[in-house]
């Protein structure tokens, strides 16, 4: 048993919970806000033990490739600077949080917060071999980044009440996905 308390060796990650992924974003996850509170309890656990709290966020330059105006699927969001790109605003982040940009490629799209951004190899320079993470959204980039985490030999806790998903008929789906591939799944705050 890997515990459900956060130790030494452990990091808290948070998966972009940005405005536009919010209620009133250009692609809002249905009660996506929901998820703050439950990642304010974490990041406060966290920063009261002196672990590492890392946010990602995407980072995409205007005329990306994922948008809709370029033939990608998803509608335009997190253009870079915007307020649709900003944290939202009661999430409570520490003043040493870690900030991870992803998706900055105009070409390239990436849904894992460790695509391209280093951060697997800071955590291994920080000796981090847990790691708990939520944010949104459950079944795109929570759903990268845990599966990602796992490849990189972290044992990975997916906080349940702190992530939703775009797809709510594809989350029992994403959820076994997740468990066969190592990530433990907690309920609960």
């Known amino acids: 048993m890997t515990g459900t308390s956060m130790r030494a060796g452990d990091a808290l ?35 009261d033990a002196n672990l590492p709290v890392i946010l990602s966020r995407d980072w995409h330059p205007v005329d990306h ?12 969001h997190c253009v870079q600077d915007s307020w649709g790109a900003a944290f939202h605003p009661e999430l409570r982040i520490p003043d040493k949080a870690v900030r991870v940009s992803k998706g900055s490629h105009f070409e390239r799209d990436a ?24 944010g949104l959204a459950e079944d795109v980039c929570v759903y990268h980044t845990a599966l990602d985490a796992r490849r990189h030999g972290l044992v990975t806790h997916l906080l349940l009440a702190a992530t939703r998903p775009v797809f709510a008929d594809r989350q029992q789906e994403c959820h076994r996905a997740l468990r066969e591939a190592g990530v433990i799944l907690i309920a609960g705050q």
């Open 65 to 76: 490739v994922s948008f809709h105006t370029r033939g990608g699927p998803w509608p335009v």
């Open 13 to 47: 990650l948070v998966v972009d919970v940005q405005n536009d992924f919010c209620p009133g974003g250009a692609l809002p996850v249905d009660d996506g806000h929901a998820v703050v509170p439950v990642l304010n309890h974490w990041i406060g656990t966290a920063t």
């Open 111 to 134: 849904y894992s917060a460790f695509d391209g951004t280093g951060l697997a190899h800071w955590l291994r320079r920080r000796r981090v071999r847990r790691l708990w993470l939520g």
